[in-house]
């Protein structure tokens, strides 16, 4: 059978089988090495000045999140831009509108809710590869626009309590928290959840404290502190995990051409409808994506 014309799922090489237990490639390290971790159970906080290359990485891991057949993206940008191009591929997609937010962290709340109670009724302590159950991956940008702009105060207050709630014990119910700030300053992000989010990316800051505040105490004074990162060097971050010392790496890059292709196709094998043309091409069989 003759190729199809060309198409942007010409391009993407066929992975059918990416879990959300599998590691994620997220960049290299300073000697080349590369950055992987699994996202399935982590709680990943990215924050630093405005151009850092936050992006880079959110956009890095939510590719690898839709491409994923075990996973269901929940996606909030306030900004609208950052995640959008994702919207196709994600269970719920929430904009600039505070009562949705509300509404679907309350729903998040639910699931996990019932998820828990599921653990206990089968004397488990986490869901895990083998339960058959999808992860639900949640990504915040920018967090600041739903805690401090959008809404009342009151639901600002709820807003941050769900949002809390998700991270503190999303893990075991396999609802992983992706959420990125370009305020890393103490309202935004208070220590008590900091702490919470085991994986902390610290791209360019202008203060130590900053640094800090993301990658916690002292770690400035031990030399590491993400003021070091030029403005010239975007996509570089410390990155930070769960009891060890912070690393300095240089994320993953996608284009913009890069995100709308990948999100063609991941939303093409979830739906069955591109977002940028009509029909996938013959070359490409519909059973690799076959439960
Ligand atoms: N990993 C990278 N490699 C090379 N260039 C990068 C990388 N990440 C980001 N850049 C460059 O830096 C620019 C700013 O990056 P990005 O939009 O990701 O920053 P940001 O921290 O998300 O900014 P904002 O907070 O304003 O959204 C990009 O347009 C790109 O040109």
């Known amino acids: ?85 994702w919207e196709d591929c994600a269970d719920e997609f929430v904009g600039a509108d505070m009562d949705h937010a509300i509404t679907t962290l309350r729903r998040l709340q639910t699931v996990m809710n019932n998820r828990y109670a599921w653990l206990r009724a089968h004397g488990r302590r986490k869901l895990t590869r083998t339960d058959g159950v999808k992860a639900i991956a949640c990504i915040f940008d920018e967090i600041a626009l739903y805690a401090t702009v959008l809404g009342t105060k009151v639901q600002q207050d709820e807003f941050i309590t769900l949002f809390r709630d998700l991270v503190a014990r999303g893990r075991a119910a396999a609802m992983p928290v992706i959420a990125a700030t370009q305020r890393p300053s103490i309202d935004i992000i208070p220590k008590s959840l900091r702490d919470l989010f085991g994986y902390r990316a610290a791209f360019r800051c202008t203060s130590s404290g900053s640094s800090d505040i993301i990658l916690g105490d002292g770690w400035s004074g031990a030399g590491f502190c993400a003021t070091t990162i030029k403005p010239t060097m975007p996509g570089v971050c410390y990155l930070i995990a769960e009891g060890g010392v912070p690393t300095l790496m240089k994320v993953a890059y996608l284009t913009d051409d890069d995100i709308s292709t990948l999100a063609d196709y991941a939303a093409w094998s979830r739906t069955g409808h591109r977002t940028t043309s009509p029909a996938p091409p013959a070359s490409v069989s519909a059973d690799v994506f076959a439960a």
Do not use: Q
């Open 1 to 85: 059978m003759p190729m199809s014309t060309a198409s942007p799922v010409d391009r993407i090489p066929v992975g059918p089988n990416l879990s959300m237990f599998d590691p994620v490639f997220l960049g290299l390290d300073e000697f080349g090495t590369p950055v992987y971790t699994p996202l399935a159970y982590r709680r990943l906080l990215i924050a630093g000045e405005p151009d850092g290359g936050k992006s880079s990485l959110i956009n890095t891991a939510t590719a690898h999140i839709a491409l994923c057949r075990d996973a269901r993206p929940v996606l909030f940008d306030g900004k609208l831009v950052e995640l959008g191009p």
